[in-house]
């Protein structure tokens, strides 16, 4: 069994018009046993920078802190929040750091840069950075997320469609896969505001 | 190291709290041939003699200006050898800033790192303090910026500033001509009349060198041929 269905993660972020939204499931298991359902994984950086982190729970809670610590030094030195883009080359190089011994994490990062445009990617968890200009996901779901992704992305959708979509593609994908679930946890975050809702989905 | 005489750090305190290793670095900044930076609204100009030893000397092979970054330039007074070392570690910190950013080093950021180094040269054992006060100009998302570092380690952002021989006359001659809305041609004018003050014998576009930064933030030191048309035009 691999290591990164070990706990068992959902993420998917989108990019809406001038906004994007981040969302993932609320289950931690170990292998069949579900621990907790109110899990934490998706992260804030700073008020427009979202870290998602998916795979073995222990190694994203590290790698959270390392990257905290990182980005608390990097905005008292040059006094300013780090760019989407920056903090992701950032992600990949403490990842490819363990080249041989790797954090089983697979992150997605979103959030908004220069003039408040969207930016998301993922990568493996070796650093491999994946830029998307739509929607990107992770997790022991993310062949399903593919797929309700793939049909039910639109480009340029406002605020409230873009939380009913990525809510949409998120819960009908768990449902299709038993290591996540128990609800969701969606941040949509536009240039003004971030609005955080917790989804009730099948609760098992 | 640990045996030697010297391991002990040549800086120490003298009894009225100075330390004296960093007063004689300075001495040998002010004996250097003179520099000068100003920053303009829209740029940064820095300038430098280039009094070779004698006409022997090939002087297109002697650049005292150096680039650190594609948008960061840097020229010293003081000695040429010890300021090549520098250059070289505040390339190779500009570079690893790049590799696990992908974005260019702001000047600031250079600026500490290559303070830093120079402070440690006043902390550790055997070594002595660069004999060099660096000027350093850069275009980033900040704007123009013009930073002098000194031997202590110890940096500040000028609008305009000299070094080296020719100290107190250049930064009178700067504190009349400086104006906060220059733009960078006016910049590069006042730099050469400030060198031309204390300049013996004929200034020529063999004999300084200009570098210049401009908003687009490419640094460039300008060739003798170019000197050359701006010196006519301070004619």
């Known amino acids: 069994m691999s290591i990164f ?7 998917v972020a989108m990019v809406g018009k001038n906004c994007f939204a981040i969302a993932s499931d609320r289950r931690l298991g170990v292998q069949l046993q579900t621990i907790a359902t109110d899990f934490q994984r998706i992260y804030n950086i700073h008020p427009k920078l979202f870290i998602g982190l998916s795979g073995l729970a222990s190694d994203a809670q590290t790698l959270y802190q390392r990257l905290v610590f990182r980005h608390k030094l990097y905005e008292l030195r040059e006094e300013r929040n780090m760019k989407p883009e920056t903090f992701a080359s950032l992600v990949s190089a ?4 363990k080249r041989f011994g790797p954090y089983f994490c697979q992150p997605v990062i979103a959030g908004l840069g220069d003039d408040d445009k969207p930016f998301i990617c993922t990568m493996d968890a070796i650093g491999a950075k994946e830029l998307a200009k739509d929607f990107v996901v992770a997790g022991t779901a993310s062949e399903s997320l593919y797929g309700a992704c793939e049909a039910m992305f639109k480009p340029d959708m406002e605020a409230e469609e873009l939380f009913e979509t990525i809510s949409q593609a998120l819960l009908s994908s768990v449902d299709r896969d038993c290591l996540s679930g128990w609800g969701g946890h969606v941040y949509v975050v536009t240039p003004m505001e971030v609005t955080e809702k917790i989804l009730k989905g099948r609760m098992d | ?9 040549l800086t120490t305190f003298s009894p009225s709290g100075k330390l004296v290793q960093i007063e004689h670095a300075l001495t040998a900044v002010g004996s250097g041939q003179t520099s000068l930076g100003i920053k303009a609204s829209n740029g940064v100009v820095i300038a430098t003699e280039k009094k070779l030893p004698s006409i022997l000397v090939d002087e297109a092979s002697v650049q005292k200006i150096q680039i650190l970054t594609p948008n960061i330039g840097v020229v010293y007074s003081g000695m040429g050898p010890d300021s090549r070392v520098l250059v070289r570690k505040s390339r190779k910190q500009a570079e690893q800033y790049h590799r696990l950013y992908k974005e260019p080093i702001p000047v600031t950021q250079l600026v500490r790192e290559t303070a830093a180094v120079m402070q440690e040269f006043t902390q550790s054992g055997g070594v002595r303090p660069f004999g060099v006060s660096l000027l350093v100009a850069g275009f980033d998302d900040k704007g123009p910026q013009l930073y002098q570092v000194d031997p202590s380690g110890s940096y500040f952002s000028w609008k305009a500033s000299a070094m080296g021989k020719n100290v ?3 930064k009178t001659f700067l504190e009349k001509r400086y104006t906060d809305d220059m733009e960078l041609d006016d910049a590069v004018h006042t730099a050469i009349l400030t060198l031309k003050e204390g300049f013996e014998g004929q200034i020529s576009g063999k004999n300084i060198e200009i570098g210049i930064i401009g908003a687009d ?3 460039r ?15």
């Open chain 2, 217 to 219: 933030k490419k640094f």
């Open chain 1, 94 to 97: 403490i990842q490819y750091e």
């Open chain 2, 221 to 235: 030191v300008l060739t003798p041929s170019e000197i050359e048309d701006y010196l006519q035009e301070v004619e």
């Open chain 2, 1 to 9: 190291m640990g045996d030697s005489q010297y391991s002990f750090s």
């Open chain 2, 168 to 170: 107190s006359n250049a």
């Open chain 1, 5 to 11: 269905e070990y706990n068992g993660s959902a993420l």
